[in-house]
């Protein structure tokens, strides 16, 4: 991941949210935190992103990238607000899942992650190494 570009054979994908965060840039890691499990266990570099407020901009940008169909798409968009798409490379995948009470004693999260959001330099550097970055 020299430089943090996104390269090679990784899983493309992207990311629909209806988050409020505009500071994602490409080149960013994104680390995906799972409710269920409470762990983080996969990691993307961004590729792209923007905010689309209308549904065949979002399957165009997102196309098969996305989990979400067309008609969940619309469904996304029913009250006007705009769809942050966030394109990533999927660059790394649970194998060294890290735990919610580890988040929180190393700065990363004070509590469980319910949207984006930004990690502290310092929680941002020890996740990293944590996961094999």
């Known amino acids: 991941m020299p430089g943090r570009e ?11 949210s209806r988050a409020s ?47 979400y169909t067309a008609a969940e798409i619309e469904e996304l968009l029913h009250d006007g607000r705009e769809v942050l798409v966030i394109g990533f490379r999927q660059v790394l995948v649970g194998q060294r899942p890290v ?12 509590a469980p992650p319910q949207t984006i959001q930004g990690i502290p330099r310092e929680g941002a550097a ?3 190494q944590s996961m094999g970055l």
């Open 126 to 128: 020890w996740l990293a």
């Open 99 to 110: 735990v919610l009470a580890n988040l929180r004693a190393h700065l990363v999260a004070s």
């Open 21 to 67: 965060a505009r500071s994602l840039r490409p080149g960013d890691l994104v680390y995906f935190y799972k409710s269920m499990e409470q762990t983080v266990s996969v990691v993307g570099i961004v590729e792209d992103v923007g905010v689309l407020s209308r549904a065949q901009d979002i399957v165009r940008t997102a196309g098969k990238r996305t989990v």
């Open 6 to 16: 996104a390269h090679g054979n990784s899983i493309r994908k992207a990311y629909l």
